[in-house]
């Protein structure tokens, strides 16, 4: 099944709007273009239960899936997680979300 693609918005000295964060999508995932210098902003918008990211990692290690990178985020919170190697993670960067309460942004610097 197809993921639902991220916009990467491209910082620059001077500056940049925020964009609307997009809803995290727990049926079709996301992905975005990963150029090494890409930063995801995720907000837990939920007020009552934590959240879970998990960044899927291309590739076998001895024949076996490499295992995803998780991350948690508290109620009402927000985090900057970045930045991804091209050569970890793949030039196509693929996120799962547990719930639609986590909103997404993409940066690219």
Do not use: C
Request: hydrophobic residues 40%; without cysteine.
């Amino acid at each position: 099944m197809p993921r639902v693609a991220l916009t990467v918005t491209q910082l620059t000295r001077t500056g940049v709007a925020a964009p609307t964060p997009a809803n995290g999508d727990p049926v079709n995932n996301h992905s975005v273009q990963n150029n090494g210098r890409v930063w995801l902003l995720v907000q837990n918008a939920g007020t009552t239960v934590p959240r879970t990211l998990t960044l899927r990692l291309p590739g076998v290690t001895d024949g076996q899936a490499i295992t995803p990178r998780t991350v948690e985020l508290a109620t009402e919170t927000e985090r900057y997680i970045g930045p991804f190697p091209v050569d970890q993670y793949g030039s196509i960067l693929q996120i799962d979300v547990d719930n639609a309460e986590l909103k997404l942004s993409a940066f690219g610097i």
